[in-house]
């Protein structure tokens, strides 16, 4: 009787240290020794391909009875805090090849930093970098890395900064991204992702910039955008978007830069854009919006670039345009844009590239375009202008370095041809064509073109004239 209460008492004691042993064991898993972290780096480190890149080869065992936190001391790229766990890890541009599959992403728990970026790692992302919940920063730009986003980034609720651009990343954004509201910087840039961009997106209220760019994006653009007051550079263009400009977008009060050129994006300009009082970049083009160019964009004063080409934009070019002091490119080409050039024009002090080629636009060149000192760049052609050309007395041609030069506009989809009308022997251009996609020119050094430019500095002065990409370069180039 009294071996069967001892045989109890001995179960007991068995069990109650069992009991405690694993509830230690399970405190010590779930925080990795800094030896230990450091046996889980060098895991991933063997796991790489090829040779060990010269920035690892201080990643090695320390004696063994050195200090424990040897690595935070002696491996290039890591850091530590004061309990030897390691904070951050910096391996950029280091010529690491190999995947993350064993990276100890579930080992590191003080982990804060994690700078991988310009590799060549491939492969997937493990779901596990979900249990990294207290990076900051997580860099993994530049490398071969495919598969998809795994939705465990949504666990990485410290996040600040997420750039994984230029990799291969396929398969959607997850919605579990609009858990890491403490997002300031997303750059997904220049990868392979598909799908619509999640509503969620509109709960990152501390985002600051977006570059979502150069993807397969498609769907709607989400009104949810309008919730994010911080964001100054928004960044969607080179992806398959469509429908409508939300118009929500006007709430997006920080907003600097609107990049969503490329797309297919459908319907009007909003009225909103034009409480967008900081907008300095409005880039448009290539997409399918109609309707007029909204008289609202003439409150936009910190505008200095606006592209809106290629759109099938009607109406007049608003004369508010004229109140953009700082703009120096306004690229209205290829839409159907009709009535006459405002000549509040002559108001854009700072504009240097004027381009309203392919419209439906008449009436007359307005004279006071030549006050436009900064204008090296003037593109009228293919619209229904007529009426004369302004004569350099008008001072017209003086800043384009026209001189002597006349255009003579004939209609729609006929060329600006240019014919040089000097009072001497007629000189012949002697310059380069060169064409971008639709559009060519011959910049003429004037040292070469004598005769043309006479009294003019032979050293700064450029002739520049925008011609058709057809054979009808030539016919231009080589007009006597
Ligand atoms: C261990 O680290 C402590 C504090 O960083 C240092 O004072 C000591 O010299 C180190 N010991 C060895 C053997 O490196
Ligand atoms: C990593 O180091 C590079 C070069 O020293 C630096 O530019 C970069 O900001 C660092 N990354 C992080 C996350 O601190
Ligand atoms: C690393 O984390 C995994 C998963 O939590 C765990 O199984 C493993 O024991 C840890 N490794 C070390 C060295 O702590
Ligand atoms: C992670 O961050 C949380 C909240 O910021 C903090 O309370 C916790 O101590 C951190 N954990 C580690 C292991 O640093
Ligand atoms: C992406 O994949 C394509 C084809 O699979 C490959 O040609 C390209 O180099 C890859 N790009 C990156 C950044 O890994
Ligand atoms: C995040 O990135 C931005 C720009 O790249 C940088 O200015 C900022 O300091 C980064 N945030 C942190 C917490 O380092
Ligand atoms: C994270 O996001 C997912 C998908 O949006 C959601 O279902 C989940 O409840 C979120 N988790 C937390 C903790 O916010
Ligand atoms: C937005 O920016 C302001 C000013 O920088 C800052 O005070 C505020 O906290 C930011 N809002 C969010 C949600 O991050
Ligand atoms: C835009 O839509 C048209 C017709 O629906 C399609 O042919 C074209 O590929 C699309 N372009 C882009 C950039 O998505
Ligand atoms: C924003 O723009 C719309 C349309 O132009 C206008 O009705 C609205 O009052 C504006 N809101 C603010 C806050 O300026
Ligand atoms: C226009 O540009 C000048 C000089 O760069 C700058 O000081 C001014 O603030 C700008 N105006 C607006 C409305 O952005
Ligand atoms: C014209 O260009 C010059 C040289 O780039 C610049 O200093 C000047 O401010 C510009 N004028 C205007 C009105 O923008």
């Known amino acids: 009787m009294a071996s069967y209460h001892l045989k109890l008492l001995v179960s007991f004691l068995v069990l109650i240290v069992f009991v405690l042993f694993s ?54 790229g890591i850091s530590c805090n004061k309990a030897g766990k390691v904070v951050e890890i910096n391996l950029t541009n280091t010529g690491l090849v190999g995947t993350l599959n064993s990276f100890p992403f579930s080992n590191l728990s003080n982990l804060n930093r994690l700078d991988l970026s310009i590799n060549q790692l491939s492969g997937p992302i493990p779901p596990s970098f979900g249990n990294l919940r207290n990076v900051t920063i997580l860099d993994l730009n530049t490398n071969e890395l495919f598969g998809s986003l ?5 666990n990485m609720k410290s996040l600040v900064n997420l750039t ?110 034009g409480n967008l009082t900081d907008l300095n970049k409005l880039i448009l083009y290539n997409n399918q919006l109609s309707g007029s160019i909204p008289l609202e964009i003439g409150n936009l004063k910190s505008l200095v670039k606006i592209d809106l080409n290629r759109n ?48 439906n636009l008449s009436g007359p060149i307005p004279p006071s375009l030549g006050n436009l000192q900064n204008l090296t760049l003037l593109s009228l052609m293919s619209n229904n202008l007529s009426g004369s050309i302004p004569q350099e007395g008008e ?30 022997s007629r000189p012949s251009l002697n310059g380069e064509v060169a064409c971008s996609s639709d559009l060519c020119w011959v910049v003429l050094n004037p040292k070469h073109n004598r005769g043309l430019f006479d009294g003019e500095d032979p050293t700064s002065k450029r002739l520049i004239l925008f011609i058709k990409p057809t054979g009808d370069c030539r016919f231009a180039a080589k007009t006597p």
Request: with cysteine; charged share 15%.
């Open 23 to 76: 509830s230690l064991h399970h405190v010590s898993s779930s925080s990795t020794s800094p030896r230990e972290e450091a046996h889980a780096l060098l895991k991933w480190k063997d796991s790489l391909h090829g040779e060990t890149p010269a920035a690892l080869s201080s990643w090695v065992l320390p004696p063994i009875h050195a200090n424990s936190s040897h690595h935070c001391r002696k491996w290039f």
């Open 150 to 154: 795994p939705v465990e980034i949504g």
């Open 164 to 273: 994984l651009f230029d990799n291969n990343i396929t398969g959607p954004i997850p919605l579990s991204l609009g858990n890491l509201t403490d997002l300031n910087i997303l750059l997904l840039y220049k990868n392979k992702l598909s799908g619509s961009i999640p509503l969620e997106i509109g709960n990152l209220k501390s985002l600051v910039k977006i570059d979502l760019s150069e993807n397969h994006l498609s769907g709607p653009i989400p009104p949810s955008l309008g919730n994010l007051r911080n964001v100054t550079i928004l960044y969607l263009h080179a992806n398959e978007l469509s429908g409508s400009l939300p118009v929500e977008i006007g709430n997006m009060k920080s907003l600097m830069k609107l990049n969503l050129h490329d797309n297919n994006i459908t319907g009007p300009i909003p009225l909103s854009l």
């Open 312 to 359: 099938h934009l009607t109406g007049p070019i608003p004369s508010s345009l004229g109140s953009l002091q700082n703009l120096t490119i306004l690229y209205l080409v290829q839409n159907e844009l009709s009535g006459s050039i405002p000549s509040k024009i002559k108001n854009l002090k700072s504009l240097v590239e004027l381009s309203l080629a392919q419209n």
């Open 395 to 424: 001072q017209v041609v003086r800043p384009l370095c026209l001189a002597r030069t006349k255009i003579f506009m004939v209609s729609k989809n006929q060329l600006i041809s240019c014919s040089v009308a000097s009072s001497k």
